[in-house]
């Protein structure tokens, strides 16, 4: 998933011409959807090229505190849009609730939950990490999302960015993980999850300037990951050789 915090439509049409194939998901950040010019035109390119659009977690925070669901679901509508984002990163809202407009949306949209806080220091059990999304996915949601912010620093990180990996194991005891998007807008977040789930791992809140440089993350065609994809003859040699 990458996100797109405001390029414009000659910049959305480059990130397709070099990356299109690499891209399942763009979301449009937070809340720049709604300043956006061209939106319409902007959301097409993606669709054209066989990406899901949806809009940032935040816009829709924004017109649920305000009770403007039937307004926002217009908005998608009007848009032409097919997936949108749930969350509750900046807002407080009781999670029987948040499941039941899972439940709703995802009768005619494809739904991507969030969980975790956009507030560093609030601190979520593993326990209720795994429970919160085993509830979202049995409610409707295609995947959860786990909350990191653009920054990388909050949610399943810590803040100097390195991840929660006793969370992260706990929830992967019980969260399927092609049901997961983890949020992992740094590279050494990008490298630790190849690692520890292979080159298929979902991620996301990616940068459109790094789509090509995690590929080559994923692929073993960085220093990174380089020796995780050799032969293990040729791993082998090459460390005798060092």
Request: net charge neutral.
């Amino acid at each position: 998933m990458v996100m797109d915090k405001g390029l414009s439509l000659r910049e959305a049409e480059d990130l397709i011409q070099s990356s299109a194939d690499l891209i399942d998901l763009v979301k449009l950040g937070f809340g720049t959807s709604y300043v956006t010019n061209n939106l319409k035109e902007k959301i097409q390119i993606y669709q054209k090229a066989g990406c899901k659009v949806y809009l940032g977690g935040t816009l829709f925070e924004a017109f649920l505190v305000r009770n403007m669901i039937k307004e926002y679901k217009k908005l998608l509508l009007d848009l032409g849009l097919d997936t949108l984002e749930i969350s509750d990163g900046s807002i407080s809202l009781s999670h029987q609730r948040k499941c039941k407009l899972i439940t709703e949306f995802s009768k005619d949209f494809t739904v991507l939950s969030e969980v975790g806080s956009k507030e560093e220091g609030i601190f979520i059990s593993p326990a209720k990490w795994i429970s919160m999304m085993s509830k979202e996915l049995e409610a409707g949601s295609w995947k959860v999302i786990a909350e990191a912010r653009e920054s990388g620093t909050v949610g399943i990180y810590r803040p100097n960015g390195t991840a929660h990996s006793a969370l992260v194991n706990k929830i992967l005891k019980n969260v399927p993980k092609a049901d997961i998007l983890w949020e992992a807008p740094i590279k050494g977040q990008q490298v630790w999850f190849i690692k520890l789930l292979g080159a298929n791992v979902n991620l996301g809140n990616i940068a459109p300037n790094e789509v090509i440089a995690l590929e080559c993350l994923r692929l073993g065609l960085r220093g990174d990951t380089f020796f995780d994809y050799l032969p293990k003859d040729i791993v082998a040699k090459s460390i005798q050789k060092h």
